[in-house]
């Protein structure tokens, strides 16, 4: 299972993806003096010292959560090859929408609170876990053609 490279991958992807879950996504720094931050679990606003949840994003809380849990299912299914294929593709599918979701968010809370982005290191995860699942996708096809040609050759 670890001697695989792909496997590498996918822990990478499982690791990202808990990072995603502590501290900010994306910072703001408003006009006036206040600062907002995208978390997993809601948009929060500061206004001196004073940390309040503005706006729920559970659409995007509920991929955060769901995406490590099945990379790390995946992780796993290294006996049933067609299976980790399809959850693999599934991950990245889902990570391509965390990446759509975070976009939207930004831009919404752009919008509606006039709000300047002030991007972190936590911004481009989503854009590597998307090429490390590709990768190890990549992998596990490679694999299971070999294991159909050493079939085809008995």
Known sequence: MIQRIQSLYISIVVALGFLMLSGNIVSFAGTDGTGS??????LYQTSHSIVQKTEAVLPLSVLLVTIPVIAFA???????RKLQLRASVLTMLLIIGEI???????????????????????IIFPVVSVILMYLAFRGILKDELIVRSYDRIR
């Open 100 to 122: 759509i979701l975070i976009a939207w968010y930004i831009f919404y809370s752009i919008t509606r609170y006039d709000l300047m982005v002030v991007f972190n290191i936590k």
């Open 74 to 80: 995946a992780l796993f299914l290294f006996r049933n």
């Open 37 to 42: 931050y995208l978390r997993y679990n809601g």
